[in-house]
C-alpha cells in the first residue's frame, strides 16, 4: 500500500496497554502470587572468589515458615542447556546454580531457603552461616590485563588492506586510548521467577521476566529434560530489560528447581543488590584508535583494537568494533576484540552493546582527528561519508547519514559554532557543542503471527515475542489495523506466552521489523480463510469466487454490493472465528548490507567558577527506514539517550578492590540520569523508508539511541573546555585540573 495512504503505519499512538499498566491490571513476574505458593531467597557470596568452606544452615533450619535450604550439597542434579542460539537456546551464566562450591564472583548464589512467606525468607536467608576459604579477586580491567594474557575473539575480527603501514605512512595521525566503565542495566522491575510443577501432568509453569518466553523455554526444556512442550513461559508485562533479560540466568534454574523438588509454587526474586552482580552488565573496556587522513582530511587508516572484562566463567566479546568496520569510508582498517577475565558475573548484551562504547572511541577519535586536520567536526564526517559497507563490500540498503549530520546540524544551528575550545560564553558559562554519528545493524529474525477474526467484531493477534516496554503491543495493532482496514481499537494484541505461535526474541532493535510482515500476511491470510467461509455452501456468498469479495471496513462483500460484516457471515456458518498464520524469515536479500544511522548533537554548560557541567540541548536526527509509531519511536530514542547520557556521566559499578564485592549497589549509588539532568531534547526523525530491508521499510529503534551519544558529548565537553576526556564516565576533577594527563 502507498505511504499516503496507510491510517495507521506511521501514526503517533498512544501505547494501547498504557491503561493496564496505569491501573495495576498489567502483571509482572513477582505478581503472581499461586495458591500454596512459597517464597525463596537467596544466600549470596560475600567472597569474589575461592570456594566454599562449610554451610551451616541449623540456625536458619529452625526459623519459622522454613520449608528448606538448597545449597551445592543439597541440590537437584541438572543439566546444562547448549548454548545455539540458532536453535533458541541460550543461558547468559554457563554454570549452574549451586554445581559446586567455587565461587567465581560476589553475589553468586551459595544456597536458597525457601519458607512460606518472603519475609520468612529472607531472615532465614540472612542466618545461614557460610564458611570460605577465599582468593584474591581481580576486580578492575587494569588488574586483570596485568594478570591474564587478553583471549581474542577471532569470530569478530575484521581486517581490509594495511592498516598499520597505511596509520604510518599517512600525512597526518591520532592514537589515543579510550576508557569506559562496566556499566550495570537496572531495569524498574528486578529479575523475578514465579515457578510452578505440576507433578501430575509433568509440567512446568514459569512467569519470569524475560525478553524472550521461547528461549526461556526452550533452555529451562533442556536443563531438566523436559519436552518444549512440558514448559510453559510467560511474561506478558516486562518492566524492561535492555539486554539483561535476553537469557536464562540462575535465578530461574533456582526457582525452576525448587518447585519440581518441593511440589509447591516458588516466587523468587532477585535483590536489587543482586541485580549488580548475578545479573549481568556491560563490561569494562580499553579501546585503541589509531586514525589517520591525507592533507585532504580523508581517512588512510583506520585501526580500532579493543579489550573488555569478561567473568572466570565465560569470554564475552563487547563488540566495540561493530559499527567502525563500516561507518566511514576507508581502505585500510582493522577491528579487533578481546576478553580478559575478572571476578565479576557474566557479562552480557546491554543496549546496543559494543555499539555503544565503540562509537563512543570512535567518535571521540573522529573528533580528535578532525581537529588534527583543522576540520570542522560535521565537515570532517561528510567527507568520509560512504554508501557502500567496506566490510561486506556491499552498498547500504538506504543511508541517510548525510541528511542526518546536515539537517541536524541545520535544527541545531550548527552553523553559530566557533571552533576554538571555549570560544562560545553566556555569562559565568562556556558553551560546548559537539556532534558523533550513530549507528546500528538493522536486524530481522524468523516471525509468525497470528490473526483471528472473531464473531463479535474484534480482532485477536497473537505470538510469542514479548513487549518489553518499547511499544511492540501498539505497534502490532497498527499492522493488523493497517493490513485489515479496521479501527485500531477493534484489535486486541496477545503476546509474552511460550505457548503462542513462535515469537522473536525482543533484543537487536529486531521485533518491529520482524514481525510486522507477519502480522500484515497473517490478516490477509485470516481474510482468506473468512472468504472461503463465504463463497462456501451455506455461505451468504454461494454462488460467488474468492476474487469478488473485498474486505473492506471490518465488512466483506462484492465491491459496490452488500457487505456483511465479519459476524454475519461467521454466524451463517456458525462459526467461531476465521484464523490466519503466517511465518516470514530473518533472511535479507544478499544485495545489501543493512544499517541505521543518525547523529547526535549536544550542548553543555560548564561554569568553571563552580566546576558545574550540564548537558543542556540535545538533538537527534535518527535514520531508522519507516517509523510506524513516531510516539513510542520518540520515547525509544529519548531514552536511549538517557542511557548515553548515563554512560558519559554518571554510571560506573565498582567493586572495592580488596573483597570484590560491589561497592555502589543500589540506585542511590550507581548513578543514573534523573529528569533534572535529562536536558532539552528533541527527536528528529529521517522518514525514509527502507524496502529493501522489509515490506513496510520499517528498521527498528530500540538501541540505536545510546550510540555515539557518549562521544558527541565528550566532544561536546572539549569543545566547552579544551580538556579531552578519554575515560568515562567523566569525573568532575578531569575538568578542574589544568594538566589532564596528570589525571589518568
Ligand atoms: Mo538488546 S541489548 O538486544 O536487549
Redesign the pocket.
Known sequence: MSESKQRYIGQARPRIDGPKKLSGEARYAADHHLPDMTYAYGVFSTIASGRINDIDTSAAEAMPGVIDIFHHDRFPSLHRSPDNFANGTKVDEPRLPFEDDRIYYAGQFVAMVVAESFEQARAAAYEVQVSYRPDTPITRLDEALEQHKPTPDEGSRHERGNPDSAWKKAPRRIEAVYNTAMETHNPMEMHASTAAWDGQSGRLVLYEST?GVVFTRNTIARMFGLLQDKVEVKAPFIGS??????FVWPHAVAACAATRSLGRPVQLMVPRAQMFTTTGHRPATRQTLKLATDNDGRLQAVIHDSVNSTSMLADVPELCGRCTKSLYACDNLRVSHATVPMNCGTP??????GAAPGLFALESAMDEMAEAVDMDPVAFRLRNYTERDGSQDLPFSSIHLKQALEEGARRFGWEKRTAKPGSMREGDEILGWGVAACNWEALKVDAKAQVTLQADGRVLVSCATQD?GTGTYTVIAQGAAEALGVPIESIDVELGDSRYIYGP?????WVTASILPAVAQAARAAVEELKGYAIARGGPFESRKKDDLSFENGALGVKGGEMLSVAEILQARRLANAVGEASTSGELGKAYSYRSFGAHFVEVRWDPGISRLRVSRILSAIDVGKVVNPRTAANQVEGAVAMGLGMALFEHTEFDQASGLPVNNDYAEYLVPTHADFPDMEVMFLHYPDYNFTSEGARGV??IGTTGLAGAVVNAIYHATGKRIRDIPIRLEQLMVDDLAATG
Open positions: 525478553q530489560g535492555f539486554g539483561g533479560k535476553l552480557t548484551a546491554m543496549r546496543a552493546p518489553i526474541l525482543s533484543g537487536g532493535s530500540g538501541e
